[in-house]
């Protein structure tokens, strides 16, 4: 572990891949999800995460992801994901997730933790809007 692994940024989005092994890319960047009922799931989103490092270094990172009630959306997490931080000093995590529950409005937290420290949240409000009337849309 490094003491000085920061998350420069981090983000959700529709879809994210790497080019040429390191060049980051992400589709669809969102900060708001809008439901119409709940509970709710969304399909499929990416938390995106660039960290700054020491440079060839090499982390266990772990995702936890807590609803507005406060529970965790994935109880009993011990697995960590390898993030490697290149010559350059920079590293990149694209954590895939399929189906996320969403039971109820407010805010859902996507905490990135190394070890016992909390490097970064990123928040997402979900949003009960009332429903389209498609009948009256042209």
Not at 31 to 45: K, Y
Request: with cysteine; glycine share 6%; net charge negative.
């Amino acid at each position: 572990m490094s003491l000085n692994l920061k998350v420069e940024f981090a983000l959700l989005c529709d879809y994210a891949y790497l080019v040429e092994g390191t060049k980051l890319s992400f589709v669809g960047m969102f900060e708001t999800i809008f439901v119409d009922t709940l509970p709710a799931s969304h399909p499929e989103m990416f938390l995106v995460v660039r960290f700054n490092g020491e440079k060839d270094s090499e982390h266990d990172i772990k995702i936890k992801i807590v609803s507005p009630n406060k529970e965790s959306l994935i109880p009993n997490n011990t697995q960590s994901i390898k993030v490697k931080v290149g010559s350059n000093g920079t590293g990149n995590l694209l954590h895939r997730m399929l189906g996320l529950p969403l039971s109820s409005a407010g805010d859902y937290e996507f905490e990135i933790w190394e070890n016992e420290k909390k490097l970064s949240v990123v928040k997402l409000p979900v949003i009960k809007a009332a429903p389209i009337d498609r009948t009256t849309l042209n």
